[in-house]
């Protein structure tokens, strides 16, 4: 007997903790149990399940919308980049005349050739923009 308290004390004070720890161990586990149904029942499931006739809807008008996007980003690269193309041709092409009072800056000069350029870009945009976004 030391300290007051008997070996069968210490036995009996032990078991009492452990009990007290069982039972909070599984008060805490029913509560996540619950939480982690909870959550369950109120997770959303996705409106568009694989195969489906929704899933294949949203990807036409997700390729709808990214072919229009390519589309139009194509002829507006095309019509605004194709001056500038053509006045750096028509400077390479003249070395000899630096002056830039030299060159053509009317809009017909700047935008000939640019029916070509316009046809491929409004062709192969729409396609690398729904190849891209599938």
Known sequence: MQGGVTRGGINDDVAEREQSLEQSLVQSSTRIGKSATSTQTTAEVPASVPGSNSSLRSSTSVLKSSSLAGLSIS???TLFKHPLDTLTVQI??????????????????LYSGVLPSLTSSVLTGPIFFA???A
């Open 75 to 77: 002829v507006l690269k």
């Open 92 to 109: 390479q092409t003249n070395p000899s005349d630096s002056k830039l009072s030299t060159l053509d800056f009317s809009p017909p000069s």
């Open 131 to 133: 190849a891209k976004d």
